[in-house]
């Protein structure tokens, strides 16, 4: 046989049918722990960031702050930046394509050195993702703003304070701006800015460093100041990853004990559960019962929108539990033009649905079946991972890289409350 070498990839194998039980912790936010990271660049003391997932993105953000120069020490959960090095203003487009948040650093690299040059992100699966916002912010900065071979070169002469208003609210536009204008003297004003709890908790850091941020609806007024301090600062809750531990429990009928939620960061994602038969009850400190409380689950109707709408990080999920209701939903996903090609994988599952451009139509089922199918991107991986948990047989979640982006050890967590579930190396052939 010719030694070809054969291609290999990490898949999740799932035998459906366990109802979850047990206790689950959810980690810190992924889309908080990334933007306080690079807020660090903006100081050169000391900032010590609690209770940090341990996910690829977050390894991600770490190497590109050392390729910086900053030191970062992990121990535990917490990571310790130490940015007092930082001597570069350049983040190498291999890093924007591993990690699209790494725009995060314009921002920052900006007020640091009045100069950034940053890899230009192209699209996704989910979009085409653009930046424009981002770029249109940092032009009324007073900020010359070049694209040329694949990156964009920023340059300010000198930070002037900026009244601007978003044209569409985006999460990491908003946080490149407030992340700049900390270190801008003088009183900003940011409008049209999204209010997601990772872009509060993004605030309450930088007041920490010394920054004045107020807030009145959707517009914030910042006020910065050169010499900003470090920080301690504890990470949020990941709220999506509360939301597809509530949406796994539901669908396959157990009863689960969530610790590290904030409810009051879920509310548009709990109703929606409860309104189709699930159970949430709040025990206090932080933790909630899931349970399901209809052997039929009902149809329901879901737009995703701007917190505090319904977060399109949890359409996937919530759509596996939309294929099994008892009788037609519908989703329209308002934010992302591209982010229904679960759906491609779910119907190789017995799911009846029909794509209509960003609306889905789905026709409950009283089971899916196992196959093979493939993630495209994260949370769509955790969408395939919930109905091979439901599905009747085994499931083979394909490219699962994608999970170890958002989601800390996920196979692990369900294993522990009762799946059968497994992370596996299959070979080419075995694919
Ligand atoms: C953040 O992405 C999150 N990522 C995403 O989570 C999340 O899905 C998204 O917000 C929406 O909530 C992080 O926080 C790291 P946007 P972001 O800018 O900031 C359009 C996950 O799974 N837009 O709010 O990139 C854009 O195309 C990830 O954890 C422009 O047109 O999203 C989209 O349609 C996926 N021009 C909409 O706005 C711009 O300049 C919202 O995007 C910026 C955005």
Redo the contacts with the bound molecule.
């Keep these: 046989m010719t030694n070809t070498t054969l291609s290999t990839c990490s898949v999740i194998k799932i035998e459906g049918g366990k109802p979850l039980k047990g206790k689950v912790r959810i980690s810190g936010s992924?889309?908080s722990v990334?933007?306080l990271l690079f807020s660090t660049l903006l100081t050169s003391d000391t900032c010590l960031i609690e209770d940090s997932p341990d996910l690829l993105?977050v390894k991600n953000t770490v190497d590109l702050l050392e390729f910086l120069g900053a030191k970062v020490q992990k121990s535990g959960k917490a990571l310790k930046v130490f940015p007092r090095d930082v001597h570069s203003f350049q983040t190498p487009i291999e890093t924007v394509r591993k990690m699209?948040?790494s725009?995060?650093s314009m921002g920052p690299l900006l007020a640091r050195f009045q100069r950034a040059v940053v890899g230009l992100p192209g699209g996704?699966s989910?979009?085409?993702?653009?930046?424009?916002?981002?770029?249109?912010f940092f032009s009324k900065a007073g900020a010359k703003v070049e694209i040329k071979e694949g990156y964009i070169f920023l340059e300010v002469p000198y930070k002037k304070p900026v009244d601007f208003s978003?044209?569409?609210?985006?999460?990491?536009?908003?946080?490149n701006a407030m992340l700049y204008l900390s270190s801008v003297k003088g009183k900003s004003v940011l409008r049209n800015i999204?209010l997601?709890p990772?872009v509060m908790d993004l605030a309450r850091a930088l007041r920490k460093m010394g920054v004045k941020i107020s807030l009145k609806g959707r517009v914030m007024e910042i006020e910065g100041k050169e010499d900003l301090s470090g920080f301690v600062h504890k990470v949020i809750p990941d709220r999506?990853e509360a939301g597809t531990f509530m949406v796994a429990t539901v669908v396959t009928g157990g009863e689960v004990i969530i610790e590290n939620v904030r409810l009051d960061h879920m509310e548009a994602v709990v109703a929606k559960i409860r309104e189709v038969g699930g159970q949430v009850e709040n025990l206090g400190n932080g933790r909630v019962v899931v349970s399901r409380n209809l052997k039929d689950l009902k149809p329901s109707y879901v737009e995703t929108a701007?917190?505090p709408g319904f977060?399109?990080?949890m359409q996937a999920q919530f759509g596996v539990m939309l294929c099994i209701a008892k009788g037609r939903s519908e989703i329209y996903e308002r934010?992302?033009?591209n982010r229904f090609q679960h759906f491609f994988e779910l119907k190789k599952m017995g799911a009846k649905v029909e794509i209509n451009g960003r609306r889905v139509s789905i026709e409950g089922v009283d089971r899916l079946k196992g196959a093979k199918v493939n993630s495209t991107?994260?949370?769509a991986s955790a969408s395939l991972v919930i109905a091979g948990l439901i599905a009747e047989g085994t499931t083979i979640v394909k490219d699962v890289h994608h999970l170890d982006?958002?989601y800390e050890r996920l196979e692990e967590k369900l294993k522990k409350l009762g799946a059968s579930v497994e992370r596996l190396r299959l070979s080419g052939y075995e694919i």
């Design positions: 992924k889309n990334l933007p993105d699209r948040a725009v995060l996704c989910i979009g085409k993702r653009p930046i424009d916002q981002h770029l249109k978003f044209d569409i609210i985006t999460v990491t536009g908003t946080e999204a997601e990772e999506i701007e917190y977060p399109t990080d934010i992302f033009e991107d994260l949370r982006r958002g």
